[in-house]
């Protein structure tokens, strides 16, 4: 499959201020955001050490590359850049559909290297929820693996759902 791009100039095409960064909507035929898909794929990867998360490295590779592959709009990738171009946050979300309640938005991961820019964090929420809503999807998730990351997204109107419980077997 081919992407048309729908942007030949080196400007982002879904682009929005944060403060003194910018946050980007990454897209396949976005010539600008899709030059930047290999560091965020090589970001998102090593996200998954820094924080000793639970997603399967090659589960994750897959679904980006292909997401991006066929600029399917059921995966949403921002990143936020410095005025070097660096990226300094990045967040991956998917729609998965899940039985008996239909299709999820899963924010899969959330990660930014500096301290500041918390208007990042509260764009980044809001463009999730709104791609959800645009695909009709009602239900935004996040899984953390703490409770000050869990308190972290109750202030967006996140609540718990769920508790699970781990036996490791020897």
């Given at each position: 499959?081919?992407?048309?791009?729908?942007?030949?100039?080196?400007?982002?095409?879904?682009?929005?201020?944060?403060?003194?960064y910018?946050?980007?909507?990454?897209?396949?035929?976005?010539?600008?955001?899709?030059?930047?898909?290999?560091?965020?794929?090589?970001?998102?990867?090593?996200?998954?050490?820094?924080?000793?998360?639970?997603?399967?490295?090659?589960?994750?590779?897959q679904?980006?590359?292909?997401?991006?592959?066929t600029?399917?709009?059921?995966?949403?990738?921002?990143?936020?850049?410095?005025?070097?171009?660096?990226?300094?946050?990045?967040?991956?979300?998917?729609i998965?559909?899940?039985?008996?309640?239909?299709?999820?938005?899963?924010?899969?991961?959330?990660?930014?290297?500096?301290?500041?820019?918390?208007e990042?964090?509260?764009?980044?929420?809001?463009?999730?929820?709104?791609?959800?809503?645009?695909?009709?999807?009602?239900?935004?998730?996040?899984?953390?693996?703490?409770?000050?990351?869990?308190?972290?997204?109750?202030?967006?109107?996140?609540?718990?759902?769920?508790?699970?419980?781990?036996?490791?077997l020897?």
């Amino acid at each position: 499959m081919t992407v048309a791009l729908v942007n030949d100039e080196l400007e982002p095409v879904f682009s929005y201020p944060a403060g003194a960064y910018t946050v980007l909507r990454v897209r396949a035929d976005d010539s600008f955001t899709r030059r930047l898909i290999p560091k965020i794929i090589e970001r998102a990867l090593g996200f998954i050490e820094r924080t000793d998360c639970e997603t399967d490295p090659v589960w994750l590779g897959q679904l980006l590359y292909n997401g991006f592959a066929t600029n399917s709009n059921l995966i949403h990738v921002l990143v936020a850049l410095d005025s070097k171009e660096n990226i300094i946050a990045h967040s991956v979300s998917y729609i998965e559909t899940i039985q008996g309640v239909g299709n999820v938005a899963t924010i899969l991961q959330v990660e930014k290297s500096v301290r500041d820019g918390a208007e990042i964090t509260d764009l980044g929420i809001k463009l999730v929820c709104e791609w959800a809503k645009s695909l009709g999807v009602k239900i935004v998730r996040n899984w953390t693996s703490t409770d000050s990351r869990t308190r972290r997204f109750e202030k967006y109107g996140f609540t718990k759902h769920r508790n699970v419980l781990q036996l490791t077997l020897e």
